[in-house]
């Protein structure tokens, strides 16, 4: 392509005729020479100096002859990428062509390389943050020709994700579940290690929860890496911990069972602990914060059960039974009545076995326990009068009392005995006394 010049030197004036590349005749220059130009030659020129005339319009035949060689334009390369990248990693452009070419780039940088024998060569932007583009402007083969280049490549930058945050459910009591959140931008995919490993995807709406079943100790999460819908990632050392408080023990009761009469007044039920919870059976799931008051209409036995939250764990349940126990039945009394001045009274009481009977005689009071048979005795020794036993209370096995007014009297019979004169033959016994009866008056 470009102009092939033919350069012939002689006697200024004289003309010289040529043929080949080009064919005409010119004169030779006051200086002796003159160019003969064959513009943009795309092969070997040669021109041919056939013949040469002087001002005396001499000639002389020629055979002059000269070649000028035209050396071929480089082949233009071409150019690809690594596209797309993540910020921070290198653009890598790769030129392909002929090796041995000098090819000269602008854009992303700037400079000048050589192919290499496989005919590529690599040129790289290390550690892009925005979109980058190589012009190539030129290309040089080895015998210095040229060619001007308009090829462009453009590497796109992906962002690299948005680091995500995670946090907790902490804490927890132990045997519950540990929730980890983890926010971030919705798609990312999230890898994490430690208590559980694995990846997940941030859901719609920026969220996803990594459950981790039945912790009974501490339990720590690592989210390591993120990865966008670019395929960026970034790599990270974000953690959370779920600490798992101790279960505390069952609150203390102060007794159990606990007793009452039927129909005895009953107080709420107490115990010793932190934000009691009550509960009227083992398996309920409510508990409730106000104590029972026990209901004692009806005698039996009834559970009552419970727990105690402190950190918001709750423990096992304490169970406090309440007992309502039967009142006495009262018993019956009966006497000796009537007897004689000066004998012994003796009040019978029949009722339940065990059970202890109050008593006074308007002078004294009393207790008794009814025997195994069903009966005791209360003696009055040596009466002279009657005698009136009255009944107050009975309170049986479990300290449960009636009041009583059961009564029973003696009837104490006037004693006195009229002596009729009349001969009586008597014999003392053996201990020299002279004992008479009715019949033998």
Known sequence: GENAVFTITGTPGDIVTYSGASTGTVAIEADGTVEVTVNGANS????????????NNCSVSLTRTATVTVNALPVAPTISTNTPVCSGED????????????????????????????GAVDVTVNGVSSDATLNLTEVTNGNNCSVSLTRTATITVNALPVAPTISSSSPICPGEDAIFTITGTPGDIVTYS????????????G????????????????????????????????????????TPLAPMVSSSPVEYCVNETADPLTATG???????SSTDETGDANAPTPNTAIVGTTSYYV?????????ERTE??????????????????????????IFTINGTAGDAVTYDDGTSTGTVTIEADGTVDVTVNGVSSDVTLNLTEVTN?????????????????????????????????TSGQAVITPEMI
């Open 274 to 280: 932190d934000n009691l919870l009550w509960y009227t």
């Open 44 to 55: 070997n020129a040669t021109l041919n100096v056939t013949k040469v005339t002087n001002g």
């Open 194 to 205: 430690g208590a559980s490993t694995g990846t997940v995807a941030i859901e719609a709406d």
């Open 207 to 246: 969220t996803v929860e990594v459950t981790v079943n039945g912790v009974s100790s501490d339990a720590t999460l690592n989210v390591t890496k993120a990865t966008n819908g670019n395929n960026c990632s970034v790599s990270l050392s974000k953690t959370a911990t779920v600490t798992v408080n101790a």
């Open 307 to 315: 727990t105690q939250i402190i950190n918001g764990c709750e423990s």
């Open 91 to 118: 653009a890598i452009f790769t030129i392909t062509g002929t090796p041995g070419d000098i090819v000269t780039y602008s854009g992303a940088s700037t400079g000048t390389v050589a192919i290499e024998a496989g």
């Open 320 to 345: 406090i039974v309440v007992t309502v126990n039967a009142l006495p039945e009262a018993p019956t009394i009966s006497s000796s009545s009537p007897i004689c001045s000066g004998e012994d009274t």
């Open 397 to 429: 096995g479990n300290n449960c009392s009636v009041s009583l007014t059961r009564t029973a009297t003696v009837v104490v019979q006037d004693g006195t005995l009229t002596a009729i004169a009349q001969n009586i033959t008597v014999q003392l016994n």
